[in-house]
């Protein structure tokens, strides 16, 4: 079981850091490939990536009801590749679109890892993965925006496929031994549905997608023209691509580290106090960040970091304590629907603001949403009402037990 958590865990590495290296770097990206600059172009196609995922991952779950997850990762991702393929070849804007599309079509079965894992696991684990999934989404995040910022500054932004063709082709390589050593044929049958007919439905589950799609609109508000703000308002040597990339990473860097420290003094709060203060850190974090200063941006930047590593977790945890194991897919699928309708429309709102106001006002808008986040979660009674007793939330300090 260990070399299965291990090869999941190095897959998720893989997958992550390749498919965010150009998140930052859409607009140097699209300006540098195809000679288009106008910044709402780099929204739009960000919208249309969540759009693409957000709809094609109800129809693998589907389909993974039928066919087992490793053998649907081998086709899925072979399609990927050759896909890439031809976005790092073509010069057609049009093309480019299409096909990266389909890419992201077939790329969008990978979140079946999370529902994969913790069926492998149980429900024992659940807060642990949680933590832990977070942990190497922050880590595949640093090491992308570090990759992609050095390979637009240094080299060609087109250079981003070559990494995305050899991360497909690697995790080609771990689902062939996962299934070797698992002994599963390419034909094996998924889960069957009718475990999960006779299950009753939570409604706290639509109330938490509700704030997960305030949630990570605001979040997301900031990040398409986050690079570009910073090299607005730096001065040589940090403002080219690289050192931005750097900036970027901070609030990754700093989830990590909250992890350490929390497995040095566990916090004795519940999921929804920790949530509470993590949105309280938030607003701090951004209006820093939107001051327009270098050394604040920074401090901000540091301070944001903490606050989205714990609402992040912890309306993920949320999500858990009050489903079950037999609609885990199905709630789960939910709530990221409601995550990425959020991202579209803060992908539409950022390329709109910074066209028609400034970069700094996304930071205003952020702050907020994060103000309508605490309400709406208020009056939602998502702070106040769980699924059993509220006891202190360990979640995180579960992350290194559900690796070893």
């Keep these: 079981m260990r070399v299965i958590r291990w090869s999941l865990i ?118 642990g993965f949680v933590a832990l999934f977070a942990v190497l989404m922050h880590i595949g995040t640093i090491s992308g925006a570090v990759l992609g910022g050095y390979l637009l500054q240094f080299w060609d932004g087109r250079d981003a496929y070559l990494v995305m063709i050899a991360s497909d082709l690697v995790q080609i390589v771990i689902c062939i031994a996962l299934m070797l050593a698992l002994k599963i044929r390419l034909t094996e049958p998924g889960y069957t549905p009718e475990e999960v007919a006779d299950t009753p439905r939570s409604p706290m589950v639509l109330k938490l997608a509700v704030v997960a799609m305030l949630f990570y609109f605001s979040v997301f508000l900031i990040r398409p ?13 940090w403002n080219g691509e690289f050192p931005s990339s750097l900036v970027y990473a901070i609030p990754a860097i700093i989830a990590l580290l909250t992890v350490v420290w929390q497995r040095i003094k566990a916090p004795q709060l519940t999921s929804q106090q920790l949530l509470i203060r993590g949105l309280l850190v938030i607003l701090v974090g951004l209006v820093l960040q939107g001051l327009g200063d270098p050394l604040w941006t920074v401090i901000g930047r540091l301070i944001f970091g903490w606050g989205l590593f714990m609402g992040v977790v912890h309306i993920e945890v949320l999500l858990f304590a009050n489903s079950r194991p037999e609609r885990f897919g199905e709630d789960f699928s939910r709530v990221h629907l409601g995550q990425n309708i959020g991202i579209i429309l803060a992908s539409f709102a950022a390329g709109a603001l910074v066209a028609d106001v400034s970069h700094t006002a996304v930071f205003a808008a952020a702050t907020a949403g994060i103000v309508a986040v605490v309400m709406v979660a208020w009056r939602l009674g998502v702070f106040t009402r769980a699924a059993g007793p509220e006891e202190p939330d360990h979640s995180i300090n579960d992350a290194e037990e559900a690796i070893s």
């Design 10 to 127: 190095l897959m998720t590495l893989v997958s992550v850091m390749a498919d965010t290296m150009l998140l930052p770097f859409y607009p140097q990206f699209f300006e540098e490939s195809f000679g288009v600059s106008d910044p709402a172009h780099a929204g739009w196609y960000i919208a249309a990536c969540c759009t693409t995922v957000m709809l094609c991952f109800p129809l693998w779950a589907k389909v993974a009801r039928r066919w087992h997850e490793l053998p649907l990762w081998v086709v899925t991702q072979s399609v990927s590749a050759v896909l890439g393929v031809i976005c790092y070849l073509t010069e057609s804007l049009l093309t480019f679109w299409i096909v990266s599309q389909l890419m992201l079509m077939m790329k969008a079965s990978y979140l079946l890892i999370y529902p994969f894992a913790i069926r492998l696991e149980g429900t024992g684990k659940i807060g």
């Design 225 to 237: 023209f986050f690079t570009l703000y910073w090299a607005d308002i730096s001065f040589a040597p």
